[in-house]
């Protein structure tokens, strides 16, 4: 054999190993449910690390001297600059919720999995990021917005030595994340951009459970006022018996056993419809949900500002009014409170809606698209980067725990966050790999600028 034929059969293999490495970078091989949920048990970072995945616990401080926790995790085999992601959660929940689906489903680590420098903030008053009782009672989604994103943002850029960072929000987390590009003009320029899913503003129109819980909660605050909401922060035991013994495990078999009224259940709580009927989300995962994740503490004063928002249809920050009159919590004008303008809001974005929701109705959803019109990008999939997945029933919860979400938006997602970054800077081209995505669940919708 000659020397030329030996030296390009030895390209060739080496081009044949990258191919090879490529792959195995781009893609997990999950596990059976079993084995995740025994991992899952003894900690996140325990989990994460199975996975090849290297992590920290991280922590920084507000102005107002609260402590937050932050998931920390990121590909060590991965050489190079990491473009930090910070993620950003709903309501109920922590940190944990982005890593409770199966890894393939999972936008955190398949991003941290491909060379993103990926991060996790938990909200003050949350499982990992606690604060005392008299803390509790004063703290709203404004002290979210304003003080916890903030001091995250700061801190992993002061770690990472980037001057800006990706952004992803789910549900509160949308809220939390708009309320502070709008009012503090100068963190647009530390956004590079903003995936926000199924975000929450206003609950215009309630129904279902959270109808009646408005009700309750209407009823209890009139009579008891602010009595009532330093019984409901102080209550640390909402949803803890949830998480205790092998309670998540029974209702893991219990979905298997009867999956009829699993059916059931999902569709009442995030359909308002007490009705079988296919859904997309992953039975697999309900005990490591459930364990750990989801649901976890909440705040009374949030509850209040929602309301606030509900019963106003303004998305706008709290007002303290109700302390003097109760029953003006549920008034349509409130003269001490301020909308937050959404057209001061600079940073690109990209938004993804569900197309069966129990919180945001198609008008919420327009609403918001349009007051977001001029900040989404563009690109070969849309002249506006507003998606609704077009999957039957795709429900508000879906983007966490749905059983097809890397074909459905994940994978997709994160090509849109690497040619993004890369059309920034090309030198991330060589580190960031390119990975299959579908497009096809995800319907382009429209949006006509506020002016």
Same mark, same amino acid.
């Given at each position: 054999?000659?020397?030329?034929?030996?030296?390009?059969?030895?390209?060739?293999?080496?081009?044949?190993?990258?191919?090879?490495?490529?792959?195995?970078?781009?893609?997990?091989?999950?596990?059976?449910?079993?084995?995740?949920?025994?991992?899952?048990?003894?900690?996140?970072?325990?989990?994460?690390?199975?996975?090849?995945?290297?992590?920290?616990?991280?922590?920084?401080?507000?102005?107002?001297?609260?402590?937050?926790?932050?998931?920390?995790?990121?590909?060590?085999?991965?050489?190079?600059?990491?473009?930090?992601?910070?993620?950003?959660?709903?309501?109920?929940?922590?940190?944990?919720?982005?890593?409770?689906?199966?890894?393939?489903?999972?936008?955190?680590?398949?991003?941290?999995?491909?060379?993103?420098?990926?991060?996790?903030?938990?909200?003050?008053?949350?499982?990992?990021?606690?604060?005392?009782?008299?803390?509790?009672?004063?703290?709203?989604?404004?002290?979210?917005?304003?003080?916890?994103?903030?001091?995250?943002?700061?801190?992993?850029?002061?770690?990472?030595?980037?001057?800006?960072?990706?952004?992803?929000?789910?549900?509160?987390?949308?809220?939390?994340?708009?309320?502070?590009?709008?009012?503090?003009?100068?963190?647009?320029?530390?956004?590079?951009?903003?995936?926000?899913?199924?975000?929450?503003?206003?609950?215009?129109?309630?129904?279902?459970?959270?109808?009646?819980? $408005?009700?309750?909660?209407?009823?209890?605050?009139?009579?008891?006022?602010?009595?009532?909401?330093?019984?409901?922060?102080?209550?640390?035991?909402?949803?803890?018996?949830?998480?205790?013994?092998?309670?998540?495990?029974? $209702?893991?078999?219990?979905?298997?056993?009867?999956?009829? $009224?699993?059916?059931?259940?999902?569709?009442?709580?995030?359909?308002?419809?007490?009705?079988?009927?296919?859904?997309?989300?992953?039975?697999?995962?309900?005990?490591?949900?459930?364990?750990?994740?989801?649901?976890?503490?909440?705040?009374?004063?949030?509850?209040?500002?929602?309301?606030?928002?509900?019963?106003?249809?303004?998305?706008?920050?709290?007002?303290?009014?109700?302390?003097?009159?109760?029953?003006?919590?549920?008034?349509?004008?409130?003269?001490?409170?301020?909308?937050?303008?959404?057209?001061?809001?600079?940073?690109?974005?990209?938004?993804?809606?569900?197309?069966?929701?129990?919180?945001?109705?198609?008008?919420?959803?327009?609403?918001?698209?349009?007051?977001?019109?001029?900040?989404?990008?563009?690109?070969?999939?849309?002249?506006?980067?507003?998606?609704?997945?077009?999957?039957?029933?795709?429900?508000?919860?879906?983007?966490?725990?749905?059983?097809?979400?890397?074909?459905?938006?994940?994978?997709?997602?994160?090509?849109?966050?690497?040619?993004?970054?890369?059309?920034?800077?090309?030198?991330?081209?060589?580190?960031?790999?390119?990975?299959?995505?579908?497009?096809?669940?995800?319907?382009?919708?429209?949006?006509?600028?506020?002016?």
């Amino acid at each position: 054999m000659s020397c030329c034929s030996i030296e390009i059969s030895f390209l060739c293999l080496l081009a044949l190993q990258s191919a090879i490495g490529f792959r195995q970078n781009a893609v997990f091989d999950d596990r059976p449910w079993d084995e995740d949920y025994s991992l899952w048990k003894q900690g996140t970072d325990v989990f994460i690390r199975s996975y090849g995945l290297a992590f920290d616990w991280e922590y920084t401080m507000t102005e107002d001297d609260c402590t937050l926790a932050l998931h920390h995790l990121w590909n060590p085999r991965i050489k190079g600059p990491k473009i930090p992601v910070l993620f950003v959660h709903a309501l109920i929940a922590d940190g944990d919720t982005w890593f409770v689906s199966k890894p393939s489903n999972s936008l955190a680590m398949v991003m941290a999995k491909n060379g993103y420098d990926v991060w996790a903030l938990n909200y003050r008053a949350t499982s990992y990021s606690p604060i005392e009782k008299h803390q509790y009672v004063n703290t709203t989604i404004d002290d979210n917005a304003l003080k916890d994103l903030p001091a995250s943002i700061d801190y992993v850029l002061q770690r990472t030595g980037y001057p800006s960072l990706n952004l992803v929000s789910m549900s509160k987390g949308g809220f939390v994340s708009l309320a502070l590009l709008s009012t503090r003009p100068e963190y647009n320029a530390k956004v590079r951009l903003h995936y926000t899913m199924v975000p929450v503003t206003a609950v215009t129109q309630p129904r279902g459970w959270i109808k009646y819980f $408005l009700e309750f909660h209407r009823f209890m605050v009139g009579k008891l006022g602010d009595i009532y909401m330093s019984l409901f922060d102080s209550n640390t035991l909402y949803f803890d018996f949830l998480h205790f013994w092998e309670f998540p495990l029974f $209702l893991q078999r219990l979905a298997d056993t009867l999956p009829g $009224l699993e059916q059931r259940i999902v569709n009442w709580l995030w359909d308002a419809r007490f009705r079988r009927g296919h859904i997309n989300m992953d039975r697999e995962i309900i005990s490591k949900a459930v364990k750990r994740g989801f649901p976890t503490k909440w705040f009374g004063r949030e509850m209040i500002q929602f309301s606030q928002n509900t019963f106003s249809g303004l998305y706008r920050r709290y007002s303290p009014s109700w302390l003097a009159d109760p029953r003006s919590v549920y008034r349509s004008t409130l003269p001490d409170s301020r909308p937050f303008d959404l057209s001061r809001i600079k940073a690109p974005h990209i938004m993804l809606q569900a197309n069966t929701e129990i919180f945001s109705t198609p008008a919420d959803n327009e609403r918001i698209r349009n007051e977001l019109c001029h900040t989404f990008i563009s690109g070969p999939r849309a002249s506006k980067y507003a998606f609704e997945v077009s999957v039957p029933n795709f429900q508000h919860v879906d983007p966490l725990v749905g059983r097809q979400n890397a074909e459905i938006y994940v994978n997709a997602i994160y090509m849109t966050f690497r040619d993004h970054d890369i059309s920034l800077n090309k030198t991330f081209a060589k580190i960031l790999p390119r990975i299959e995505a579908e497009w096809k669940y995800l319907v382009p919708q429209p949006c006509v600028p506020i002016r």
